[in-house]
């Protein structure tokens, strides 16, 4: 399935969560491989809405706020690496909204 191409990306999920360290979980150092950095931010949004967004969706697991879906696919950044990737997206039962939770590395 495919999620709606109005789905939310959050600006503050790229640049406080996905690009900062972080002692756990962190996923900026695996990011840097493709060249993305706090200076890409807005390449990242852009690359997540245009390369990962419309490919297929499966559902990944049903949690309390909503199903959550994961799409695998390939992320080419700024320096034309390319990650294989696992991104995680949520339909929000209380708005019915669906927006971009996480990604991490495809070890599939």
Do not use: C
């Amino acid at each position: 399935m495919k999620l709606p191409a109005d789905t939310i990306i959050l600006r503050r999920k790229v640049t406080e969560y996905l690009l900062r360290h972080r002692a756990e979980d962190d996923k900026s150092a695996f990011l840097a491989l493709a060249g993305y950095t706090a200076d890409h931010a807005d390449q990242l949004l852009l690359d997540l809405r245009e390369q990962l967004l419309p490919l297929d969706a499966e559902l990944f697991e049903e949690s309390e706020y909503g199903p959550k879906y994961g799409i695998r696919g390939t992320l080419t950044g700024p320096n034309g690496r390319a990650l294989r990737v696992l991104s995680i997206w949520m339909k929000d039962h209380a708005t019915g909204e669906t927006k971009f939770v996480t990604l991490r590395p495809d070890k599939a």
